[in-house]
């Protein structure tokens, strides 16, 4: 099942109507039409946003669903990283079928990349990132912070931001955001 079947079966599931998950999320209707019909691929701001309309993880978009257990361990190499535009990419590390107060992913970004197209805000009020490998730039709310290989951060993703590779070598960045 692809990300626009998950999209729209998990709506279903919860009896949302196209414009109610479209005003939760804070999508315009035509914009998640066009996600479900699979005729527009959804950035990482939306995906974050459909997640937060649904109340459930990014990670429900794209793994399989598993029994539900208290205890949930997997290898890395056992998830499949999700590509992004923009030179980057994303593993879930965590269980699609039990939304946390927290949801870690694991984001790849390539020189060049970038997480998203452009600068976006969403509902979860604070991430916290750590610089795995490599090094990258957050622009947040109209600044820059460059980020070293085994620094962290933490901020307020409500406010516009966006992470960059502008540098030659890849960076590994673990974020954990809030839900």
């Known amino acids: 099942m692809n990300v626009a079947e ?11 109507s196209l414009r ?12 998640l039409s066009q996600i479900e019909s699979g005729q527009a691929s959804p950035s990482v701001a939306t995906l974050e946003k459909l997640a937060d309309g649904l109340g459930r993880t990014v990670a429900a978009f794209f793994l399989d ?10 290898a890395l ?11 980057s990419s994303f593993v879930p590390l965590t269980a699609q079928h039990r939304p946390a107060g927290f949801e870690p992913m694991l984001v ?7 997480l998203d197209e452009s600068l976006y805000g969403i ?3 604070q991430v916290f990132v750590w610089a795995r490998r490599g090094r990258a ?10 980020v070293h290989e085994t620094q962290s951060v933490y901020y307020d993703a409500r406010k516009p931001h ?10 590994e960045l673990l974020m954990v955001r809030s839900r």
């Open 137 to 146: 730039v957050l622009e947040h709310n109209g600044s820059e912070y460059e």
């Open 65 to 74: 669903r598993v029994e539900d257990t208290d205890v949930e361990i997997f």
């Open 77 to 87: 190499d056992e998830r499949t990283a999700v590509p992004l535009k923009g030179g």
């Open 162 to 171: 966006n992470w960059r590779n502008p540098f030659e070598e890849c960076c």
């Open 6 to 16: 998950r999209i729209k079966l998990l709506r279903k599931e919860q009896g949302l």
């Open 20 to 31: 109610a998950l479209a005003d939760a999320a804070g999508v315009s209707p035509a914009t």
């Open 108 to 114: 790849h970004l390539e020189p060049a990349g970038k």
């Open 123 to 125: 509902n979860s009020a």
